[in-house]
Structures are given as structure tokens and as C-alpha cells.
């Protein structure tokens, strides 16, 4: 059964640090890797995805990698804000079942 | 504009008075599903649909049903409310390719209290 794990639970970074946030999960037959963000509260909105077969994807400031042989992608956040305080998930599209991994989330905090 | 409805956002209710959670989306998406989130759980799939009549149990299908008799609606019915079912709920949907989903999108959550 697929597992998902995220690490750190929570980060707290100053305005204009660059942060990385990982993101493993231990079964590596996946059709994708998504990440997504949660402010409280609220919906999850996807931020980006990447498929298998790919090795990164960049959205602005967001850069997310995947290295699926060794079960692990990183969402890397440059020069970050205040406003990018929230809660940040990864999920994987398993191959053998039709459902979605979420992992448990990183709370970020960025303070001014 | 692409959407994922919700509703109600708010309930609050009583043990053992069945209610429905109605869930529709304006995409046209083959597949939908249903999570709750509990603090210290995470986010938990309850059920979820392939497309039109076709359903299946995510991880944690006891206490409720679904239905999927349009491909842009997919409710989600608790026959017999406990309190071990407060919890926020989220519908989501996305497009298939390949057997893989696509983006997903969520509503915005419905906040349920089973008193």
C-alpha cells in the first residue's frame, strides 16, 4: 500500500529565504506526483504536477522535481513571501489503484 | 470558469438523521472523489467514481454511500450520521489520461458537526 511522507511538518522561514520541502512515498509505480496548497480552512489548489516520466516542472517562483526510482520529489520555493504561508500537500496517482496518496502536509510560515 | 461545488459548506446536525452532501463539477471530468480531513490525519479518500455508474471504496468507506448517475454530480449520502463523522469534506474532480489523473480540483469544503 502506498505510503506518503512529508518532511518537515512545519517550517517557519523568513521573508526572502529559499526553502525546499520534500515529499517520498514508498511505492514508485506512479502515473504522477501533484502538489498542492491549503490556506486554513480552505480548498486545496494544485500547483503543479509532474508526470512520471518527467523529471521537474516550474511554475514562477515554484520549482518541483521528481526522482521516482528513489521515491522522493522536492517542491523548491524561491525568495519566498508572506503570502506563500499555508499548508502544502503532495499526492501520488498510483499505477495499481484508482485512488490518490495524500501525504500529511507542511505547515509553512513566513514572516515578515 | 472550472469549478468544483459544494454544498452546504456549513452542517451541523444530529446523530442518525440522514443527509446528503452534493458535489457538482463543470468540467466534464471522468473521475470524482471524496476526502475528509481530521487534524493529525490528514487528508483520507473516501470514495471515488471512474466515470457514470462506476464507483469504488477509498480508505475509509464505512458510514457512507455515493452515487454517480451524472458525470458532473457524485453526492455523497450519510445514511445514519455519528459523531465520528464531524469532520471537513472535500469533493474533487479531474480529467484521465492514459489510466493517470489529471489536475485536480477541489471544492471548497463543507464543515460537518454530527452532534
Known amino acids: 500500500k502506498q505510503e506518503v511522507t512529508q518532511i518537515p511538518a512545519a517550517l517557519s522561514v523568513p521573508e526572502g529565504e529559499n526553502l525546499v520541502l520534500n515529499c517520498s512515498f514508498t511505492?514508485?509505480?506512479?502515473?504522477?506526483l501533484q502538489w498542492f496548497r491549503q490556506d486554513p480552512g480552505k480548498g486545496l489548489t494544485s500547483l503543479l504536477l509532474?508526470?512520471?516520466?518527467?523529471r521537474e516542472q516550474t511554475s514562477g517562483r515554484l520549482n518541483a522535481s521528481l526522482d521516482k526510482s528513489s521515491g522522493r520529489s522536492t517542491l523548491y520555493i524561491a525568495a519566498s513571501q508572506p503570502g506563500d504561508s499555508a499548508t502544502y500537500l503532495c499526492?501520488?496517482?498510483?499505477?495499481?489503484?484508482?485512488?490518490?496518496?495524500f501525504g500529511a502536509g507542511t505547515r509553512l510560515t513566513v514572516k515578515p | 470558469e472550472a469549478q468544483v461545488t459544494q454544498n452546504p459548506r456549513y452542517l451541523i446536525t444530529v446523530t442518525g438523521k440522514k443527509l446528503t452532501v452534493t458535489c457538482s463539477q463543470n468540467?466534464?471530468?471522468?473521475?470524482m472523489s471524496w476526502y475528509r480531513q481530521d487534524p493529525g490525519l490528514g487528508l483520507r479518500q473516501i470514495y471515488y467514481?471512474?466515470?457514470?455508474?462506476?464507483?469504488d471504496k477509498g480508505d475509509v468507506p464505512e458510514g457512507y454511500k455515493v452515487s454517480r448517475k451524472e458525470k458532473r454530480n457524485f453526492p455523497l449520502i450519510l445514511e445514519s450520521p455519528s459523531p465520528n463523522q464531524t469532520s471537513l469534506y472535500f469533493c474533487?474532480?479531474?480529467?484521465?489520461?492514459?489510466?493517470?489523473?489529471?489536475?485536480?480540483?477541489f471544492g471548497a469544503g463543507t464543515r460537518l458537526s454530527v452532534l
Open positions: 467514481s471512474m466515470n457514470v455508474e462506476v464507483t
Open positions: 468540467m466534464n471530468h471522468e473521475y
Open positions: 474533487a474532480s479531474s480529467s484521465m489520461t492514459g489510466g493517470g489523473k489529471n489536475i485536480q480540483y
Open positions: 499526492a501520488v496517482d498510483p499505477v495499481l489503484n484508482n485512488d490518490m496518496r
Open positions: 511505492d514508485s509505480a506512479i502515473y504522477n
Open positions: 509532474i508526470q512520471s516520466s518527467q
